[in-house]
């Protein structure tokens, strides 16, 4: 009922507004409906932001030219995760070393006080995320009491019908909607593709994929229901996780073996020199071979048909919660149902982003299939 | 008056049966334990396949081999050993210290222990000379055994009771639990999943060589413990009478607590930090048998192997196909066991 009066009384403004300054406005205000409801109204586009997720700096690159510039304060999480992509931003972007920083990379480490001492116009936070997100009840009440805007966006909790939205509220916030309607439709059309084609073969079979979301050399987690679960299920696999009670957790080695999944997925962020599956930015294709090829030749793992069938394939993690999630689902797509998808190009999808969108070019391997 | 020795050597002889069979007892249990645990998975794979597979591991298929060899024996077998290491450590730390508080745990060794395993993972320090693989077990040992003597100079302290004791162990506990913290603030993303994953207690991480090296350890380390049992039960009566015995009570502590940090740093950086087996194992064992260390040591073996046990049997089965890491698990089980045999020792 509240939002309904309030959005009403926003149009009566916005209308009034309009009849009295016409379209020679001095200053336009925005008013965006961000991803979890709320309304959220910015005078002017955002030009000292605040990331809740400093890794969503890869996402304000996609639409802004100089996405750094725009930056006045972020988690320390893209320096710990973002691996030689980090350097090459900071290569890029110098003044990236000066961003001030509001917190490691978990919620309690936010400090609401620095936000507010920076003098941002506009924080964006993640709906669901590492940083502050739309449970951090005391960080939004806060911020709003400062007056300081928050957007929340997402491309996490529910990639598939969060990210054109996300990206569409980020290019309004940014002025940069002509930008953001362009990445939508790109991202619309391929997308459109695999739900289409999936669409017209109902009763294909759905082979069993076991993802590794690899850390280290510790034993590696599994999706559950959620996020990349949600991407295998949506190419038209079958998540082996989903008998996990959470969105991450451990699978029974003996369990996986039992199932006999039909395709190996693993995940990762290292870099060369850390244990794990080497892949992303700046990484040569015969590290993440090696990689992948020490992970296969696992004893736990040689049972697996997918293994002996030399099903196994590599992906960077970071799309997990990213607008580029598209080239991952290009991937999974085609490694689940290459007799459909087999022309799909991942690295292309990549390519063309690169030209006609982002900032900064990713470069390196962010795909990998594992060479006998 | 010789009908009454007569009756103390018949009550003696008596209550060293019960003990000796309340051992028997232990271990039947502990072997059950083992069994169920290597029967029970998420395929369907029983007993009988697993003991196949264990005598005749080539008339089986790849699968059946890899789950009996690589899932179910080395989390099983690692159980045992985890849980045995931790309650004769606990055991042994309740008796030096004189305070049934003390376990690697409570007094601050474990989490002495986890901050020397962190620097190794995370920052990769250790003394010079050390292989990497070696990083996290060296560190973990040369932490403990720092904690073991930090306590162990504060209570040969005058006017350090027991009480100061437990409440220095207590801030030994957050002081390295605050430096580790640290140490995670600055971790990057990779060493800190390691880290956390690590510091969650899992048996998942067992595998032939960190079993193979355990074993030597508790091989090594435990026959002297057995062998200071009569030192230790003197001990218990009071510093001055095990003195008086012609225990060199010094020499007794400093070599106990070489084996406790030894005991909890070998655990602690093969399987990460489980919390209650050190505490509760000692106690269970010693409700049962008594003070008595040529009983209450063998007994705090068997009883903390026995509540890992369980442990691994509940981390699997709770959720079907999944593992729940199993220092959640192991107070779960253990609390319940140990609030019984509090209650008949209250009802006797």
Known sequence: ?372 | MSQEKENIAIGYRKQFTKRVLLLFALTGATIISFCVDIAVGPSTLGFTDVLKTLFSKDSMDLATQVIVWEVRMPYSIMALLVGASLSIAGCEMQTIMNNAMASPFTLGVSAAASFGAALAIIIGVSLPGVGTEWMVLANAFLFAFGATMLLQTLSSLKGAGPEGLVLFGIALVFTFNAFTGILQYMASAEALQQFIFWSLGSLTKANWESIRFLLIIIFAIVPFSLASAWKLTALRLGEDSAKSFGVNVGRLRFLSLLRVSILTAGSVSFVGTIGFIGLVGPHIAKLLVGEDHRFSLPASVLSGALIMSLASIASKAIVHGAIIPVGIVTSLIGVPVFIILIFNKRTK
């Open chain 1, 1 to 372: 009922m509240n939002i309904k009066i309030s959005k009403l009384k926003n149009l009566v403004i916005t209308t009034l507004a309009l009849v009295i300054f016409g379209f020679n406005a001095p200053a336009q205000s925005i008013v965006v409906t961000d991803i979890v409801g709320r309304e959220v109204k910015l005078d002017a586009p955002a030009k000292r932001i605040i990331l809740g997720e400093g890794r969503q700096l890869t996402t304000l690159a996609l639409l802004h030219p100089d996405p750094v510039s725009i930056v006045a304060g972020w988690t320390g999480d893209f320096k710990k995760s973002g691996g030689l992509l980090y350097e090459e931003y900071l290569k890029a972007y110098p003044a990236m070393a000066n961003i001030p920083s509001i917190g490691s990379s978990g919620k309690e480490t936010v400090s609401t006080e620095q936000i507010i001492s920076l003098r941002p116009d506009l924080a964006i936070f993640g709906a669901g995320s590492h940083g502050p997100d739309a449970r951090s009840a005391d960080v939004i009440r806060q911020l709003e009491a400062a007056g300081i805007p928050i957007v929340f966006v997402d491309f996490r909790l529910h990639p598939f019908t969060n990210t054109v939205p996300s990206i569409q509220i980020l290019g309004m916030v940014l002025g940069q909607e002509k930008k953001a309607a362009e990445f939508a439709s790109f991202y619309n059309r391929r997308m459109n593709h695999i739900k289409g084609t999936l669409a017209k073969h109902p009763d294909l079979p759905r082979p069993k994929v076991y993802m590794e979301m690899i850390r280290g050399n510790v034993p590696p987690g599994s999706p559950g229901k959620g996020n990349l679960g949600e991407f295998i299920e949506f190419v038209g696999g079958t998540n082996i996780g989903t008998i996990l009670p959470g969105e991450v957790g451990t699978l029974n080695m003996e369990y996986v073996i039992s199932e006999q999944p039909d395709i190996y997925i693993a995940t990762g962020i290292a870099v060369p020199g850390e244990d794990g599956l080497v892949i992303g930015q700046d990484i040569y294709a015969y590290q993440t071979q090696q990689s992948l090829h020490y992970l296969a030749s696992r004893s736990v793992v040689s049972p697996l048909n997918a293994i002996q069938q030399g099903k196994v394939y590599g992906m960077w993690h970071l799309f997990y919660d990213s607008p580029l999630n598209i080239a991952a689902v290009e991937a999974m797509a085609k490694w689940t149902h290459p007799e459909l998808f087999g022309k799909l190009n991942p690295h292309g999808v990549l390519k063309e982003i690169n030209e006609r969108f982002l900032a900064l070019p990713l470069k390196g391997v962010f795909f990998a299939e594992l060479k006998q």
